[in-house]
Every structure is written in structure tokens, then in C-alpha cells.
């Protein structure tokens, strides 16, 4: 009995896309492989040897997942010892910021006191142009009499 492709993906529960890489990939599945009217068609055989071959994929992705879960356990088991360098890091990095706090807050301190000494150097500076502005103003005035002689 002949299976198009999407029945084969069916059967299979696989997407057409992995029957249709499983195609190309396989040789063997070559001589298993009929062509109708531009669709292609799997013999029985054809998707036994599809079926073999998603095994024989899922067994090896079985094998490398339990592979990775061995080393990182034994990676982690080796690296027990330095959870307390990991630990004094920690804590050298906290004492760190402590001191970089108390800088940024003295730092803090003398930029407020600089703003204020500004502030109070521009109220002196536009007191010191009010007198010299009034002491114009004396200078120019002139007594009444001249106003009227002159």
C-alpha cells in the first residue's frame, strides 16, 4: 500500500517537513519513495525505515540529554569548594559598595556646600551692582539750582 506524504506525517505524528528531510537524507528509502502526479508516495517499507530512523534520533537526543545532565552534576559536585570563594567574593563586593556609598554621599556633602558658597557669592555680586548703580545715580543727579542755570 502506497502513503502520500501528509498521511505518512500523520501515521508518523512528524511534521511533512521531517518526512520530506527523512527523504532526502535516507538512501535507502530512495528505492521506497513513488512519485504520482507531482505527489510523492511511501511504501510500507519506506515508513518503517522513517520510523527507524525518528528512533534511532530520539535514542541519541535521550542519550546526549542524559549525558549533559551527568556533567553538569559532576561539574557542580566539582565546584562545591568554591561556594566559599564564591561566598568571600560576595562579600568583598558588598564591603565595595559600602565604601563607594560613603564617597558618593561626602561627594554629595561638598557639592551642596559648593552651591551654596555660589549662591551666596551671586546675592553679594548683585548687591555690589546695586551700590554702584545708586552711587551712578548720586553722581548724575545734580542740585536743582544747576538744573535751572545750566
Not at 538512501?27 to 515508513?47: A, C, F, H, P, S
Amino acid at each position: 500500500m502506497l502513503y502520500s506524504v501528509l498521511e505518512a506525517s500523520k501515521l508518523l505524528n512528524v511534521t511533512r517537513k521531517t518526512i520530506y528531510d527523512k527523504i532526502n537524507v535516507l538512501k535507502e528509502i530512495k528505492t521506497e519513495v513513488k512519485t504520482k502526479n507531482n505527489i510523492k508516495y511511501l511504501t510500507e517499507q519506506g515508513i518503517s525505515l522513517i520510523r527507524l530512523s525518528l528512533t534511532k534520533q530520539n535514542d541519541y537526543t535521550e542519550s546526549n540529554e542524559n549525558l549533559n545532565d551527568n556533567l553538569c552534576d559532576s561539574y557542580i559536585k566539582s565546584d562545591s569548594p568554591s561556594y566559599t570563594d564564591i561566598h568571600n567574593l560576595i562579600e568583598t563586593l558588598k564591603n565595595e559598595l559600602i565604601v563607594k556609598n560613603k564617597q558618593i554621599e561626602s561627594l554629595t556633602d561638598a557639592l551642596s556646600h559648593s552651591q551654596k558658597l555660589n549662591e551666596n557669592n551671586q546675592v553679594l555680586l548683585q548687591q555690589s551692582h546695586q551700590k554702584v548703580f545708586l552711587l551712578e545715580q548720586k553722581k548724575e543727579e545734580k542740585p536743582w539750582w544747576k538744573k535751572i542755570f545750566s
